[in-house]
Structures are given as structure tokens and as C-alpha cells.
């Protein structure tokens, strides 16, 4: 008998409906699985129904084995959030460490899926738990539909993902393949900057940038130095500041801004504890963002090859004021 389990994400992935038919054989620690991901029901465009139900198998009644969780839910005839997805076990599991040990496996596959997924879209996958609505309501009902309109001109629009990279991202995960940790680093800092979180949107640029900058560096010092210079050079310039006066001398490209929007506010964050605007922090991430793109770009097999580029959300339909899809 298989067993089924239900995993939410930590991040919703906003995708594109044909995702949904993705399935596949994977092993998380060590344990054999099917991965299925949500489905919808045929008749959801005429029912008005906007929730995404569980996987579906051929050979079971829909449903029947799945336990209860939300699995997402529909934005418009293409475009949905996939909120959790599916492992049928070909082998069942007995109870004790067995369970325990798989359900710890479960934890760190899904960081990296959403590691890999964030990485794929170029930032956060979901319209995460902003106040979409604004921090207040009003008895002057104008008043709250000013706030309202404020934060959905604001909102951090996720890259929808398509079919082509969902496969890929699995493809990845299924190898235990990391994903690069400066544009890991980087996608934490823009989903720091949507919540708000503007000082930890700044160290996690810098930190990103820092990452970039080492591998620039170390390319650039293994073809221009011996080994033992360029290990002494790099011992030499440990921190993000000198790494970036070192490659200034060597010549590398740098961005215009870094030192004011992303070197002196990381410091000042750091050293004073000094108050970071959005602007501020959206600066830093364009500013780490030049330089991982330079010195530690994503790899050209990851980029999708099917699809062009997924034009900006056009706003919601009337009505949506009172109901919005998020």
C-alpha cells in the first residue's frame, strides 16, 4: 500500500497552469518517491472555484488518499500559486526513526526547491505576506482605498515560472545540485526588501555581492598570479571593502555606485545600526545584483529557452477590491 503526503512550500510558486501535469520519481533521503504536483478541477472556470485541488492519479479516486492542505490556488486560466505539492511513497513507512529521519529530509529538499525555484525567477515566487490591504481601515472608506492602491502599486510581482523551469529546478534538486549561493543570497535579500525588512535587505546584498566578488576575483588572480600570491592576496583582503579596492587594481568590473549603495550603507548598517529606507535597500540590491550578474552569473542551461519574457501584471479586475487573488 503507498502512502501519501502533502508538503507545503515555504514560499508559494507562482507558475504557469500547464506545471501543473509535472510528475516524477525522486529520493529524499534515501526514501523512493513520486513527486505530483496540484491539479485543477475540470469544471473550475464555470463553477467560479479558485482553489487548486490534490495531484492527480489515474488509477485512484480523486482525493481519496491525500491529506487536507491547501495546495494553491487560480489567478486567471493561466496562471495559478502552487502552495504545496505531493510525495507518494513507493515503499510505506513504519513508525519511529524511520518517519522521523524522512520527515528532516522533507525539510531540507524543500528549502533547496525553494532555494533553486527563487533563484530560477530572479527573486521571491510568491507575493509574500505583505499588508496587500495596508495597516489600517478607515471609517472614511476613501481613506482606506488610498492605502489600498498605495501598497498594490508597490507590490512585489513574482516572476511566473514556467513548465520549462519547474522541470528544470527538479532536475537540479533530484541531483542534490546547490544552487550559486551569491544569487541565493541575493534572492533573500530582495524577499528582506518585500517584507519590509530593509537593514537585512542591505547585509544580504553585501553578502552576495561579497560572495560574487571572490569568485571574481579568485578566476581573475588564477590566470595573472601564482597560486601562493594570489591565496596570499585574497588572505589579505577578507572583507568586502578591500576585496573591491583589490579589484579596482586588477582592472574588473565594478558598478558605478557600489561603495555609496551598497558598501557605505552595508557599513553603516553594520558599525551604527543605522535606519535603512526602501529606496536605500532597493539601491544595494540593484548595485550587488551588477556584480553577481558579472562575476557569478546564472549558468546559460538555466535559462528557459521556450517561453519570452512574461510581460508585468496588468492590475485587477473590478471587483477584485473586495476579494484580491493573493
Known amino acids: 500500500m503507498t502512502q501519501h503526503v502533502a508538503v507545503p512550500l515555504l514560499e508559494g510558486a507562482h507558475s504557469s497552469a500547464d506545471a501543473l501535469t509535472l510528475s516524477g520519481r525522486l529520493s529524499i533521503g534515501g526514501i523512493e518517491c513520486h513527486l505530483l504536483l496540484p491539479t485543477l478541477r475540470p469544471d473550475w472556470a464555470m463553477t467560479g472555484e479558485r482553489d487548486l485541488e490534490s495531484p492527480y492519479e489515474p488509477d485512484a479516486e480523486s482525493g481519496r488518499s491525500w491529506p487536507m492542505t491547501e495546495w494553491g490556488f487560480i489567478h486567471d486560466h493561466d496562471s495559478v500559486t502552487i502552495q504545496a505539492v505531493g510525495l507518494v511513497l513507493i515503499q510505506p513507512l513504519g513508525w519511529g526513526s524511520m518517519l522521523i529521519d524522512f520527515d528532516h529530509a522533507v525539510g531540507l ?7 533553486w525555484l527563487s533563484v530560477i525567477a530572479d527573486g521571491p515566487t510568491d507575493f509574500l505576506e505583505l499588508p496587500v490591504r495596508g495597516e489600517t481601515r478607515w471609517a472614511d472608506e476613501g481613506y482606506t482605498n488610498e492605502v489600498w492602491e498605495n501598497y498594490y502599486d508597490n507590490l512585489q510581482w513574482p516572476q511566473r515560472l514556467s513548465r520549462w523551469q519547474w522541470e528544470h529546478v527538479l532536475a537540479h534538486v533530484r541531483s542534490g545540485e546547490e544552487p550559486p549561493l551569491a544569487r541565493v543570497l541575493l534572492t533573500t535579500a530582495k524577499r528582506a526588501a518585500s517584507a519590509g525588512n530593509s537593514r537585512l535587505a542591505v ?98 542551461h538555466c535559462q528557459d529557452p521556450t517561453s519570452p519574457p512574461i510581460p508585468a501584471p496588468v492590475p485587477p479586475p473590478e471587483g477584485w477590491d473586495d476579494d484580491p487573488p493573493f
Request: proline share 3%; net charge negative.
Open 203 to 300: 547585509i544580504d546584498a553585501a553578502t552576495a555581492a561579497e560572495v560574487a566578488l571572490t569568485v571574481g576575483l579568485s578566476d581573475r588572480l588564477s590566470t595573472e598570479a601564482t597560486s601562493r600570491v594570489a591565496q596570499v592576496l585574497m588572505e589579505r583582503t577578507r572583507m568586502l571593502g578591500p576585496r573591491l579596492d583589490l579589484a579596482k587594481d586588477l582592472g574588473m568590473a565594478l558598478p558605478g555606485r557600489i561603495r555609496a549603495d551598497l558598501l557605505e550603507r552595508r557599513n553603516a548598517v553594520i558599525h551604527r545600526g543605522t535606519a535603512v529606507t526602501d529606496a536605500d535597500a532597493h539601491a544595494a540590491i540593484t548595485a550587488a545584483g551588477e556584480l553577481v550578474d558579472e562575476y557569478q552569473p546564472l549558468s546559460a
Open 109 to 115: 529538499w524543500r528549502h533547496q526547491l525553494r532555494d
